[in-house]
Nanobody, 115 residues
Framework: QIQFVESGGGLVQPGGSLTLSCKPAGGNFRLNTVGWYRQAPGKQRDLVAQMTRGGSANYADSVKGRFTISRDNIINTVYLQMNDLNPEDTAVYYC?????????WGQGTQVTVSS
């Protein structure tokens, strides 16, 4: 199975921006629809953005207008540009297939929004 590797997280002040990246580990597998998920402490892991191989995107209402998902199929990398971050965006961010392949979860990348 494909396991994803996420990067780009960090500590950012409210109103700030971050760009996350993910790609499959260990090979150049063909990716179809891929999503970014996040899990805040004590909460379930939710899908926040997804993009088909052809570039069609959808977003959760909570991030619409602030987050942008993109992908580069040549280098097999999916990005999440996050703008106007607020403390409610604090979570571990993961990427995975849509629908989820439970064997593909990586370690995620921590995003903390705090002043």
């Amino acid at each position: 199975q494909i396991q994803f590797v996420e990067s780009g997280g960090g500590l950012v002040q409210p109103g700030g921006s971050l760009t996350l990246s993910c790609k499959p580990a260990g090979g150049n597998f063909r990716l179809n629809t891929v999503g970014w998920y996040r899990q805040a402490p004590g909460k379930q892991r939710d899908l926040v953005a997804q993009m088909t191989r052809g570039g069609s995107a959808n977003y959760a209402d909570s991030v619409k207008g602030r987050f942008t998902i993109s992908r580069d199929n040549i280098i097999n990398t999916v990005y999440l540009q996050m703008n106007d971050l607020n403390p409610e965006d604090t979570a571990v961010y993961y990427c995975n297939h849509v629908p989820i392949d439970y064997k593909s979860w990586g370690q995620g990348t921590q995003v903390t929004v705090s002043s």
